[in-house]
């Protein structure tokens, strides 16, 4: 069964840095593309970065340069470094699988094994 937990979130001051970890099991991470995706209150949910099997990366524009997503597939783990957090980054962040990072990844059409979620709140 894929199962996929976040961890990681917590509250923290503008300007601030956090470490979200995405754990993997029931399947060998290492075929998989991760995206990691967030949903602020009363917004939809939206994809902020994805990583292919092969390593490549994707960002949404409002996280360039400030988020970093990697994958430690030994670990059976996917991150997201977050720094120069903004109070407009508070919201669940979730992770889910799919097969690659497509044009369309940012929609988390097709993604599985969604988490249960992790918040992050930012404010000072």
């Known amino acids: 069964q894929l199962q996929l937990v976040e961890s990681g979130g917590g509250l923290v001051q503008p300007g601030g840095s956090l470490r979200l970890s995405c754990a993997a099991s029931?399947?060998?991470?290492?075929?998989?593309?991760i995206g990691w995706f967030r949903q602020a209150p009363g917004k939809e949910r939206e994809g902020v970065s994805c990583v292919s099997s092969d390593g490549s990366t994707k960002y949404a524009d409002s996280v360039k340069g400030r988020f970093t997503i990697s994958r430690d597939n030994a670990a059976r783990t996917v991150y997201l470094q977050m720094n120069s957090l903004k109070p407009d980054d508070t919201a669940v962040y979730y992770c889910?699988?799919?097969?690659?990072?497509?044009?369309?990844?940012?929609?988390?059409?097709?993604?599985?094994?969604w988490g249960q979620g992790t918040q992050v709140t930012v404010s000072s």
């Open positions: 889910a699988a799919h097969s690659w990072c497509g044009s369309t990844w940012r929609r988390g059409l097709g993604f599985a094994a």
């Open positions: 029931g399947f060998t991470l290492d075929y998989y593309a």
